[in-house]
Nanobody
Framework: QVQLVESGGGLVQAGGSLRLSCAAS????????IDWYRQGPGKQREMVAR???????NFADSVKGRFTISRDHAKNTGYLQMNSLKPEDTAVYYC?????????????WGQGTQVTVSS
């Protein structure tokens, strides 16, 4: 079993930055990729960033050029760096990790962390 714990959310003024963390714990697993999603008030969950093999990533058009992702493989932790934040970035942010356990891949979700951007 793998657990994901998110942290780093909070209240920030427009133009500010936040870095979200997604730490995976457990045993006998390796992380394939960590993706990031968000769900704004009254909206459906949407993809923010999708990690690709080799370290590259795809980003939603709304965050391109402002958000980046990275991973600390030794710590089994992924990061979402958010710069130039806008009020429309206000949402609960979720990480989703695709992990390999034995011969199979599994998907796990973090608990979500609130990001609020004030104007």
């Amino acid at each position: 079993q793998v657990q994901l714990v998110e942290s780093g959310g909070g209240l920030v003024q427009a133009g500010g930055s936040l870095r979200l963390s997604c730490a995976a714990s457990g045993s006998g697993f390796s992380i394939n990729v960590i993706d990031w999603y968000r769900q704004g008030p009254g909206k459906q969950r949407e993809m923010v960033a999708r990690e690709r093999s080799g370290g590259s990533a795809n980003f939603a058009d709304s965050v391109k050029g402002r958000f980046t992702i990275s991973r600390d493989h030794a710590k089994n932790t992924g990061y979402l760096q958010m710069n130039s934040l806008k009020p429309e970035d206000t949402a609960v942010y979720y990480c989703n990790a695709n992990v390999r356990i034995g011969a199979y891949d599994y998907s796990y979700w973090g608990q979500g962390t609130q990001v609020t951007v004030s104007s």
